[in-house]
């Protein structure tokens, strides 16, 4: 089992920046990847961005290049999200996930933390 915990969110104004983390434990030499998603009310759970766990290679949602940076510590067991220049429809819950792909895919990904709420305000 490996267990995901978030942090970081918050109310944030409309250009401000947040950094979400995620710390894993358990069973983290069966990771491959970290993820991180989003889901807005009403709306379906959305990729945002992922990392291998061990190397660099990263893959972003094409509509998060640019204002989303997703990095790792593994000597902390943490995967970070930097999120600049914040929008109103930035608002959702940011969840991070673990899994054994590299995938922007939901389905691929097999555990999950409980999620960090990020708003910003216009």
């Known amino acids: 089992q490996v267990q995901l915990v978030e942090s970081g969110g918050g109310l944030v104004q409309a250009g401000g920046s947040l950094r979400l983390a995620c710390a894993a434990s358990g069973r983290t030499f069966s990771i491959y990847a970290l993820g991180w998603f989003r889901q807005a009310p009403g709306k379906e759970r959305e990729f945002v961005a992922s990392?291998?766990?061990?190397?660099?290679?990263?893959v972003y949602a094409d509509s998060m290049k640019g204002r989303f940076t997703i990095s790792r510590d593994n000597a902390k067991n943490t995967v970070y999200l930097q999120i600049n220049r914040l929008k109103p429809a930035d608002t959702a819950v940011y969840y991070c996930?673990?899994?054994?792909?590299?995938?922007?895919?939901?389905?691929?990904?097999?555990?999950w933390g409980q999620g960090t709420q990020v708003t910003v305000s216009p």
């Open positions: 990392i291998r766990w061990s190397g660099s290679i990263t």
């Open positions: 996930a673990a899994g054994s792909g590299l995938s922007r895919l939901v389905d691929h990904y097999d555990y």
